[in-house]
């Protein structure tokens, strides 16, 4: 079973191609993170939010990951971090051509 943590926050920024050069780093390093098999990076400019959908391995995986990633945030000075993971229903997810194997 795979497991999909959404997480969400408000910032005031950088959006676009100014958030793409900025976070290259992070970006890169999530890759060495335990159980991460790809994110998916979210952004509104206009409602000033940010975030990602991520899928792992296991929960205990998303779980850990959600703790160091909500600790990161808030040394940003981000607060009202919103993180909540779910179980991926493969069968169906392939159905409507999820990357999931």
Do not use: C
């Not at 990076?41 to 850990?64: R, S």
């Amino acid at each position: 079973m795979k497991y999909l943590l959404q997480v969400d926050f408000k910032m005031n920024g950088p959006f676009g191609e100014e958030m793409s050069k900025a976070f290259v780093d992070l970006a890169k390093s999530i890759n060495d993170e335990s159980g991460v098999i790809w994110k998916i990076w979210t952004e509104d400019a206009a409602a000033k939010e940010a975030g990602g959908i991520y899928l792992f391995e296991t929960k205990e995986d998303a779980e850990k990951y959600l703790v160091i990633h909500s600790a990161r945030l808030t040394n940003f000075g981000i607060t009202n971090i919103r993180g909540k993971i779910f179980e991926v229903n493969k069968a169906l997810s392939l159905i409507n051509n999820a990357p999931i194997k």
